[in-house]
């Protein structure tokens, strides 16, 4: 459990930036971009998302198995 409990945290955080990344090319800097880059700027802003959903919940499951405090 220690191992998903890592693996977790590192996806939450990848994930974290990657929505941070995907939002501001999607966003404020889509002028800047071809149709193309902003399709698949608002597909990985949705992807991300899910990534961090997914992320946390496997992160909760290892630190109740580990018997470790969930907030």
Same mark, same amino acid.
Do not use: C, D, W
């Given at each position: 459990?220690?191992?998903?409990?890592?693996?977790?945290? %590192?996806?939450?955080?990848?994930?974290? /930036? %990657?929505?941070?990344?995907?939002?501001?090319?999607?966003?404020?800097?889509?002028?800047?971009?071809?149709?193309?880059?902003?399709?698949?700027?608002? /597909? %990985?802003?949705?992807?991300?998302?899910?990534?961090?959903k997914? *992320?946390y919940? *496997?992160?909760?499951?290892?630190?109740?198995?580990? %018997?470790?405090?969930?907030?």
């Amino acid at each position: 459990m220690e191992k998903l409990l890592a693996y977790s945290n %590192g996806a939450l955080l990848l994930s974290v /930036i %990657g929505l941070a990344i995907t939002v501001l090319l999607a966003y404020p800097f889509a002028h800047a971009l071809s149709m193309a880059l902003q399709i698949v700027a608002h /597909i %990985g802003t949705l992807l991300f998302a899910v990534g961090i959903k997914l *992320a946390y919940v *496997a992160r909760l499951v290892s630190l109740r198995q580990l %018997g470790r405090p969930v907030h």
